[in-house]
């Protein structure tokens, strides 16, 4: 596996942040594009910091947001916004390296935060 920082999913990823996850700690998320995976099915994850790791090397949470580049490269754009709504839904409030899971980051969630997305972006005010 090959991983390189994504600077353009990670302007992505913290403009959606800031609409709609303001609790995301933007200095302590980065996203990346990896390269050379065996999955099958996976277009994205979302790492973290667990919380035994912070407290052995006294660190606050962190996470990281992975774009396996063979399936999420191909998507269409709005399809790679989806992917990214879904891997910070992935993020809790509390912000401690813990995971929200798929009861909640679902299509339908997905979907409305993307169809807010797109109605901001058409009236300008992101």
């Not at 990281?64 to 754009?77: G, N, P, Y």
């Not at 401690?96 to 798929?102: D, P, R």
């Amino acid at each position: 596996m090959k991983y390189e920082f994504a600077p353009d999913i990670q302007e992505k990823a913290e403009e959606i942040s800031r609409i709609f996850f303001p609790y995301i700690k933007i200095e302590n998320l980065k996203c990346f594009r990896s390269y050379g995976s065996s999955s099958r099915r996976t277009i994205a994850r979302c790492h973290s910091l667990s919380k035994i790791l912070q407290k052995a090397v006294n660190v606050k949470a962190f996470y990281a947001l992975e774009f396996l580049s063979e399936r999420f490269d191909k998507l269409s754009s709005d399809e790679q916004i989806k992917v990214i709504i879904h891997e910070l839904m992935h993020i809790p409030k509390s912000f401690g390296g813990g995971f929200k899971h798929h009861d909640f980051v679902c299509s339908k969630n997905i979907n409305k935060y993307f169809k807010e997305y797109k109605k901001k972006k058409s009236e300008n005010q992101i």
